[in-house]
């Protein structure tokens, strides 16, 4: 009776786990789609110094991080995945949603912050709950880059120590 | 899809070194499967199904096999820690009648070859179950209902050399055996399985009525029970005897409830010709003088 409920009990879990992440998962695809349209003239890329060294740029810091988590489903098939090998189909879409989104969010704050182009974009992930509840953290960065008009009154640098410039080049002080 | 947004030089310093940036939409279906995951599970759980079940078939023949093969003591240990079995009601019939029995079981012992160490003991329970069986550290025990439907002593030789024959080839310990194995392969597919199988096998051990025997163990019992018959009567009349009271008892077809010993060991037609077939292979006659069964357990006729 007892291993019945506690069977009872694991396919509810299932049940529920696949019903729920599936149609999460088809609203994530759906709005990320929509929001990868909405965004597409912010852009990122991943060289590590602006393709524009000729116009001064302020740059500063932009991110966007996400954290997702297996629904009961993808642990159970990852789980049984774990025994035979090959791809985990199942993790394969929930990485690839959270690395889309960390996107957009750094796209979004960039463009909150009047950016229009970011650079030196990267990913790290850091493993934050696993066993039956896994949950990874995806987190992009990059420098966003802003045409600088001169509103900006940069400092004056104290002498002896280099000035970094918007286009990214650190030249001597004058 | 903005194209072009920045058609500048990649190098300050190379103005006509100009590279056209653009940020497409990620390509679909690369880094995901759009397959649908439950055909994944299917395979999955249909793959470790198979494997599971060819472990536990390969574990449990590997156990059936050695088990039988460890020593007598190991399995009278076990025995000795669990409350016994071969016991008798305690009254004055009880206890004749066990003695009876017992007498008996000493008399075929001497014609087999029981494993060293092994004492067989012989219990009697007053219940209308038709049965006897056989369990671990050389216990059987016979039921009234069985005792009181047979005609002969040669009839009862022939159960208890059945039985006999099972503690001789410890088919007991093999099923145990079996059993346990089993247990601890599926504790590691799952923790709450295994222990639940595992102790399953050995409270049945406790009370040992349930210990399942194979058709070849049935087979193999029989033929040994045929020897012993034959050394000790000269022919098999209680083999055939026995199966044919078997046969037309009440209930016999549908193997009612308490025909234990039918739903256990199906009496088959081909199992009367593999008593004729031995016969006549060892050239042993089927029929002969019967001997009476002692007076305590005709006694029970009809009870």
């Known amino acids: 009776m007892a291993e019945l409920i506690q069977l009872g009990i694991f396919l509810a879990l299932l049940t529920v786990g696949y019903f729920a992440g599936s149609m999460i998962e088809r609203r994530h695809y759906a709005s990320i789609r929509k929001r990868e349209r909405e965004y597409r003239d912010v852009l990122a890329f991943m060289v590590r110094f602006p393709f524009d060294r000729t116009t001064p740029q302020r740059a500063f810091l932009v991110h966007g991080t996400v954290v997702v988590g297996a629904d009961y489903f993808k642990t159970f098939v990852a789980g049984l995945r774990n025994l035979f090998g090959g791809r985990f189909r199942s993790y394969?879409?929930?990485?690839?949603?959270?690395?889309?989104?960390?996107?957009?969010?750094?796209?979004?704050?960039?463009?909150?912050?009047?950016?229009?182009?970011?650079?030196?974009?990267?990913?790290?992930?850091?493993?934050?709950?696993?066993?039956?509840?896994?949950?990874?953290?995806?987190?992009?960065?990059?420098?966003?880059?802003?045409?600088?008009?001169?509103?900006?009154?940069?400092?004056?640098?104290?002498k002896g120590v280099s000035r970094l410039l918007g286009d990214g080049l650190v030249r001597p002080p004058a | 899809m903005s194209r072009a947004c920045?058609?500048?030089?990649l190098s300050g310093r190379r103005p006509d070194a100009a590279v056209r940036i653009e940020n497409r939409p990620p390509a679909e279906g690369i880094n995901s499967s759009t397959d649908n995951p439950l055909k994944e599970l299917a395979w999955l759980l249909g793959g470790s199904l198979a494997a599971v079940i060819a472990l536990v078939f390969a574990v449990s023949l590997a156990a059936q096999w050695i088990a039988p093969r460890t020593p007598y003591k190991y399995e009278a240990r076990l025995a000795a820690s669990l409350p016994p079995i071969a016991t008798a009601p305690d009254t004055d019939q009880g206890r004749a009648v066990q003695r009876e029995l017992q007498a008996l079981a000493d008399r075929l012992a001497a014609r087999m070859q029981l494993p060293a160490g092994m004492q067989v003991r012989v219990g009697y329970s007053d219940s209308k179950t038709v049965n006897a069986f056989a369990t671990l550290g050389g216990q059987t025990v016979f039921f009234r209902g069985l005792l009181a439907r047979l005609g002969s002593e040669d009839e009862l030789a022939m159960v208890m050399a059945h039985e006999m024959a099972h503690l001789q080839h410890r088919h007991a310990s093999a099923a145990l055996g079996r059993g346990?194995?089993?247990?601890?392969?599926?504790?590691?597919?799952?923790?709450?399985?295994?222990?639940?199988?595992?102790?399953?096998?050995?409270?049945?051990?406790?009370?040992a009525t349930t210990l399942s025997f194979t058709r070849d163990q049935e087979r193999a019992a029989d033929e040994a029970a045929l020897a012993v018959l034959a050394r000790e009567y000269g022919h098999l009349g209680g083999a055939t005897d026995l199966f044919r009271t078997m046969a037309n008892l009440p209930g016999a077809d549908s193997?009612?409830?308490?025909?234990?010993?039918?739903?256990?060991?199906?009496?088959?037609?081909?199992?009367?010709?593999?008593?004729?077939?031995?016969?006549?292979?060892?050239?042993?006659?089927?029929?002969?003088?019967?001997?009476?069964?002692?007076?305590?357990?005709?006694?029970?006729?009809g009870t």
């Open chain 1, 92 to 158: 394969e879409t929930l990485m690839e949603r959270a690395r889309r989104e960390a996107l957009l969010r750094l796209k979004a704050e960039a463009r909150r912050k009047g950016s229009k182009m970011v650079v030196c974009v990267r990913f790290e992930t850091t493993t934050i709950a696993s066993g039956w509840a896994p949950a990874m953290e995806v987190f992009a960065y990059g420098t966003a880059l802003v045409p600088d008009d001169g509103s900006l009154s940069l400092p004056e640098p104290r």
């Open chain 2, 6 to 9: 920045s058609a500048t030089a």
């Open chain 2, 180 to 207: 346990v194995a089993v247990g601890v392969v599926l504790s590691v597919v799952s923790a709450e399985l295994g222990r639940g199988a595992a102790a399953g096998v050995l409270s049945q051990a406790g009370l």
């Open chain 2, 255 to 301: 193997a009612a409830p308490q025909v234990e010993l039918l739903r256990t060991h199906p009496l088959t037609r081909t199992r009367l010709l593999a008593i004729e077939e031995w016969a006549r292979r060892n050239d042993v006659p089927l029929d002969g003088a019967r001997r009476p069964l002692p007076s305590t357990i005709a006694a029970l006729q």
